[in-house]
């Protein structure tokens, strides 16, 4: 049995999540998942690597429903070192500058898939890790195989947490925490975004934040311009006296990201901006006691609508969400939002 020397978690997790994709795949009749997007081979693999920051080669994880046939990795030949990361012991390497897909047809027909169901990541919110020709190509070589969207039992599984999961997110949260205060520790009149932001990610690195291809960031907008913008990346703006500042984003721990908004005034805010802050808080608290077991997205959502409705404020909603799961990606299933976007197309 294979060593785990630099897994983020022990091999039990794994087998758990396996186990517990190997039950949605009967639910679905899907005989076995062939997974390429990042977050995915990493959650049920455990493997680790930069290389994903690299669009040329595929990374692969095959994982079976039934649990008597071992899954595979499969790798170009520089990453062979690196599949000591993951708890899977079948590992397939190819040289790094030939076709993958091969490799891939022939692992899968020698496990017996040549006329299965193959799930892959075809639905709302995944990404292939490999090319629409690569793809094509694939389904070329495996004709009497059936390829079906498995976005939905994968998005099943990781909604999940499992209590090792939950104490990353937790760290994580904990981390983002300490790198806010840093910062608002430091802000003044005459610093810039980008500075802000530096001292606040440093802060998140030093205390643990993990170093990788999901980096610890905060978009951030300050000023009365600059707020007009979302999802700002920071620049050489100068932070004057009077100045709201918005922070949006966390720290990343062994993959599992935080994502929360914390705001700050440098000065004295007025009794307008207060009210507003308040009633925000009092939305936020709403939607928190909503949470309970037979709820839906929905029902969050509206329940924090309410109280800006109850405020006259209903009418100035921007946005058709008021929060979102969360886990290896910033983004994740269930959406806490109108019940338009509680049906997500699979």
């Known amino acids: 049995m294979k060593e785990l020397i630099w897994s983020d978690f022990p091999k039990e997790e794994y087998l758990e999540r396996w186990n517990r994709a190997s039950q949605l795949m009967e639910e679905e009749n899907v005989d076995v998942l062939l997974l390429t997007q990042y977050e995915n081979v990493r959650y049920f693999s455990g493997y680790l690597s930069i290389l994903w920051l690299s669009k040329f080669r595929p990374l692969v994880t095959i994982l079976p429903k039934d649990q008597s046939i071992p899954p595979s990795i499969i790798l170009p030949g520089q990453e062979r070192g690196n599949s000591l990361t993951s708890w899977i012991d079948d590992v397939i390497i190819y040289s790094d500058q030939v076709d993958p897909i091969p490799y891939i047809s022939e692992c899968l027909k020698k496990k017996g898939f040549s006329r299965a169901t193959i799930g892959a990541e075809l639905g709302f919110g995944q990404r292939l890790g490999c090319t629409y020709h690569q793809f094509g190509e694939l389904k070329a ?61 440093s802060t998140m690195y030093r205390e643990g934040a993990e170093a990788g291809i999901s980096p610890s960031l905060y978009a951030i907008r300050a000023g009365r311009r600059r707020n007009k913008i979302g999802n700002a990346l920071p620049t050489d703006t100068v932070i004057q006296e009077g100045d709201f500042v918005v922070v949006d984003g966390g720290a ?86 109108e019940e338009t976007w509680c049906i997500v197309p699979m």
Not at 165 to 186: F, H, M, P, T, Y
Request: net charge neutral; glycine share 8%; charged share 20%.
């Open 141 to 201: 070589r495996l004709p009497d195989a059936q390829f079906v969207s498995a976005t939905r039992l994968i998005q099943e599984a990781r909604m999940h947490k499992s209590p090792a999961e939950v104490e990353c997110l937790r760290k994580a949260c904990e981390i983002s925490q300490k790198g806010v205060r840093a910062g608002w520790e430091a802000l003044q009149p005459g610093i810039t975004e980008r500075e802000l932001v530096s001292i606040m990610v």
């Open 252 to 337: 990343c721990y062994k993959g599992y990201v935080c994502d929360f908004i914390r705001q700050a005034f440098l000065g004295n805010p007025s009794k307008d901006q207060l009210d507003l802050f308040n009633l925000t808080v009092k939305a936020n608290d709403a939607a928190i006691a909503s949470i309970k077991p037979g709820v839906t997205g929905a029902d969050v959502y509206e329940a924090t609508v309410k109280v800006f409705e109850q405020a006259g404020l209903g009418k100035f909603s921007q946005y058709n969400i008021v929060g979102h799961g969360i886990g290896l990606e910033i983004h994740e299933l269930p959406w806490l939002g």
